[in-house]
């Protein structure tokens, strides 16, 4: 079982940027992928950006050169640095995790970003 406490959600102006945090209980050498995923109200969950256990990386559209997604092993945790951010950045954000022996991912509670001037 691999339980992830997501934290960094708030208010911020468009243009700004905000850092998510994503901690994990167990090493993030034993899950093959973590990532973020998005829910904005009326619309379909989304992925935002994730990152293997071997550091590849992937990003929507939407957000490429906007975002990053890290690991700090060290700590089991993964960000998400959001710059430029815009009102269509308004979601409830989800770490989400995905190890190789589950049939199932595993998700946080989720973190509110609300991008509004």
């Known amino acids: 079982q691999v339980q992830l406490v997501e934290s960094g959600g708030g208010l911020v102006q468009p243009g700004g940027s905000l850092r998510l945090s994503c901690a994990a209980s167990?090493?993030?050498?034993?899950?093959?992928?973590m990532g973020w995923f998005r829910q904005a109200p009326g619309k379909q969950r989304e992925l935002v950006a994730s990152v293997t256990s071997t550091g590849t990386t992937n990003y929507a559209d939407s957000v490429k050169g906007r975002f990053t997604i890290s690991r700090d092993n060290a700590k089991n945790t993964v960000y998400l640095q959001m710059n430029s951010l815009t009102p269509e950045d308004t979601a409830v954000y989800y770490c989400?995790?995905?190890?190789?022996?589950?049939?199932?991912?595993?998700w946080g509670q989720g973190t509110q970003v609300t991008v509004s001037s």
């Open positions: 989400n995790a995905v190890r190789i022996p589950d049939k199932y991912p595993y």
């Open positions: 167990q090493a993030l050498r034993t899950i093959y992928q």
